[in-house]
């Protein structure tokens, strides 16, 4: 690896003009712009924890790594992997139909994470970079291993993106039409474990799942259409990488927190400006319905459960 | 010459644990035939439809779909299924034609990006259930009428040789119906598509209809709908009472 001291900093404006605050943004835009892209899915398919329980997975998995001295890395990638798909695998089955069930196997992860780190010698205390994020500490050769993760993310949904938007919308007629519907959800699933793991050290474990769900909450707010969604809400991604790092170098706060933060205060303000505003079109609906829609009183109220 | 069945069940049976939903089915469908399966709630219907599509297996029987065992079928995209509105969330943050494109994907090949030929069918589909005008409208936003002409525009869209429609006018407008009916009627004349339309709302295609299939469990009538007329009841005129008086069949 090559010492950070002997790298020059590229010439960008404050708070980005340090070495380390450019590796940070250049890993943290990966994940701002990868954990929602994923999470648009997610939320879709109404599975917006399920990042949350693969970031308790791959905690057990960093722990296990730095107990066998293997880059953690690489235990957690495998790890949270292997766990999404046993998750997929019993979802699709239908055996994991209560809260209770995917409770317990998330925490049973976290609870191995540190009842392994405990093992691991220092008293475990390697593993709080995992926990909460470290994005200032992270490495070239992390921003290098973030990258690839990211590319291989963006790539896989250029590649399978519309097969997904196809089981999203309804599973049932995609499974009919012959789009391979249990291929799609657990590639949705390892798809999911990899960005988790790609986002460990930006907002640590604990913290994942809110980029994978804020910016979607946000995009799907501002959005009429799927791929507008999926732009705003990369978009939000990035922009609260960028704010966040920035309120974090100007007052010295956690950076994964502050990034998540801004991205939970930009969706407050989005739903309460834009809930007033989505209200209008269904308000307005009668206007252009065709004569005899009158009839259709169902479908309005179930219109307006939608309503923000 | 008969024309060749495109949906078949040979004697099937399904239960789900104890309780008997279709018991010793015989149904075809051919090529160029509508078809209505009626029945009283619980009777099976929805059931078959699930066994006749593959996604279900029967306990007893076979199924062919377009001349293959559904899991043996290759270009299922050749099937088109519509299924309930109500047990559908449409909510998804898309626009009409985002959803209708979906239909194309497997037939397209779902790794592929949509060409020319897509974005003309989809035109065609949208036109075919006078959606055109809202192509760019998020789907969630738009009536059950409306939302129900977006669930059988992307299953036209694939130019389906045999399309399945479960309940698909289930409190749906008037002027949805008629549209939806000319969109069936259109299909079957111009494709040779075989449609099997599950529903107790029959008024607007009741003249079209070639076969209408009877059943509770198992099929108590399949025949002509002047046949089925001619024992008192009137598809068109009197759509409403048709449960009623299935109610009374007796099993």
């Not at chain 2, 009777?43 to 559904?70: F, Y």
Request: with cysteine; proline share 5%; charged share 20%.
């Amino acid at each position: 690896m090559i010492p950070l001291t002997t790298l020059a900093a590229l010439p960008l404006p404050w708070p980005f003009e340090r070495e380390y605050m450019q590796l940070a943004l250049a890993a943290g835009l990966v994940i701002g712009i990868c954990a929602p892209l994923i999470g648009v899915y997610l939320v879709q398919q109404r599975l917006s924890l399920m990042g949350d329980g693969i970031g308790h997975l791959a905690f057990a998995g960093v722990a296990a790594g730095l107990l066998l001295e293997i880059w953690p890395i690489w235990t957690a990638m495998l790890v949270a992997i292997v766990g999404a798909l046993a998750i997929e695998w019993l979802r699709s089955r239908g055996r994991t139909t209560s809260d209770l069930a995917l409770a317990l196997w998330f925490y049973g992860g976290i609870a191995a994470g540190v009842v392994i780190a405990s093992r691991a010698g220092d008293g475990g205390l390697a593993i709080v970079p995992y926990l909460f994020g470290s994005i200032l500490t992270i490495d070239r050769s992390d921003v290098q291993v973030i990258v690839l993760l990211g590319l291989a993310i963006i790539g896989s949904l250029a590649l399978f993106g519309r097969a997904l938007f196809a089981i999203v919308v309804d599973e049932e007629s995609a499974r009919v039409a012959g789009i391979p519907v249990g291929a799609g959800n657990a590639l949705l699933a390892v798809l999911t474990a990899v960005t988790v793991v790609a986002a460990m050290r930006v907002v640590g474990v604990l913290l994942i799942a809110a980029l994978m769900v804020l910016p979607v909450a946000t995009g799907r707010v501002v959005s009429r259409s799927f791929r507008g969604t999926m732009a705003v809400s990369a978009g939000i991604g990035a922009a609260a990488v960028v704010l966040g790092l920035a309120a974090a170098r100007q007052w010295a706060l956690a950076p994964g927190g502050s990034i998540v933060l801004v991205a939970a205060v930009v969706f407050g303000i989005t739903s309460i400006v834009g809930g007033r505003r989505t209200a209008a079109p269904v308000s307005v609906i009668p206007a252009d319905r065709p004569p005899g829609d009158e009839h259709d009183g169902h479908q309005h109220h179930h219109d307006h459960r939608h309503d923000h | 010459m008969t024309p060749p069945a495109v949906l078949a069940a040979h004697g099937v049976s399904f239960s789900y644990g104890d309780e008997t939903a279709v018991e010793r089915v015989d149904l075809t469908v051919a090529a160029g035939e509508f078809v209505a399966l009626v029945g009283p709630n619980g009777s099976g219907k929805s059931t078959l439809l699930r066994l006749l599509l593959g996604l279900l297996r029967p306990d007893a029987g076979t199924v062919e779909v377009l001349g293959a065992a559904p899991g043996d079928l290759r270009d299922r995209w050749r099937v088109g299924y519509v299924p309930q509105r109500r047990i559908l969330d449409l909510d998804v943050p898309a626009t009409v034609a985002e959803v209708v494109t979906s239909g194309r994907t497997a037939r397209r090949g779902w790794w592929r990006f949509p060409g020319r030929a897509d974005r003309e069918a989809v035109d065609h589909a949208l036109e075919a259930v006078a959606l055109a005008d809202l192509r760019r409208r998020p789907v969630g936003a738009l009536s059950g009428g409306q939302q129900q002409r977006v669930l059988i525009a992307r299953a036209l869209v694939s130019e389906p040789a045999v399309l399945v429609l479960d309940e698909p006018i289930a409190g749906v407008d008037r002027e949805s119906q008629r549209l939806f009916r000319d969109s069936l009627v259109h299909l079957v004349d111009h494709h040779d598509s075989a449609v099997l339309l599950v529903s107790h709302e029959l008024g607007a295609v009741a003249a079209d209809l070639d076969r209408v299939v009877v059943m509770k469990r198992r099929v108590l009538f399949d025949g002509p709908p002047d046949e089925l007329a001619s024992t008192g009841v009137h598809l068109g005129v009197h759509a409403d009472d048709l449960p009623r008086w299935l109610e009374d069949l007796a099993p």
